[in-house]
């Protein structure tokens, strides 16, 4: 199970840390992706993590502004996002995933497991 926390109203520029807390199977074996689906859209995958929190990847649209980390110690993996615009508005999700596990690797494209999601709203 993977619920999403931290999400929020805040206005354009200001910065929002996101959640993703594990229970229920071996975390620190599987990798983790943010995604994001605004309303009327599509999926949005933002970035991911390996399981040992070495590798990382993102998305253009979001590298250099969002940053993920993990605390294996607490199941729980970050998502920093910095200088927020109102195109991030969305309900943001963590998933985690396994294809890449043996390799110390992520994927983007997250989807063995994920949660219900946490809404960020960016407007003044």
């Known amino acids: 199970q993977l619920v999403e926390s931290g999400g929020g109203l805040v206005q354009p520029g200001m910065s929002l840390r996101l959640s993703c807390t594990a229970s229920?199977?071996?975390?620190?074996?599987?990798?983790i992706a943010w995604f994001r689906q605004a309303p009327g859209k599509g999926r949005e995958e933002l970035a991911c993590?390996?399981?040992?929190?070495?590798?990382?990847d993102y998305t253009a649209s979001v590298k250099g502004r969002f940053a993920i980390s993990r605390d294996n110690a607490k199941n729980t993996v970050f998502l920093e996002m910095n200088s927020l615009k109102p195109e991030d508005t969305a309900v943001y999700y963590c998933?985690?995933?396994?294809?890449?596990?043996?390799?110390?690797?992520?994927?983007?494209?997250?989807?063995?497991?994920w949660g219900k999601g946490t809404h960020v709203t960016v407007s003044s």
């Open positions: 998933a985690a995933d396994a294809t890449y596990s043996n390799y110390d690797q992520c994927t983007l494209y997250a989807n063995d497991y």
């Open positions: 993590i390996s399981p040992s929190g070495t590798v990382t």
């Open positions: 229920e199977f071996t975390f620190d074996y599987y990798a």
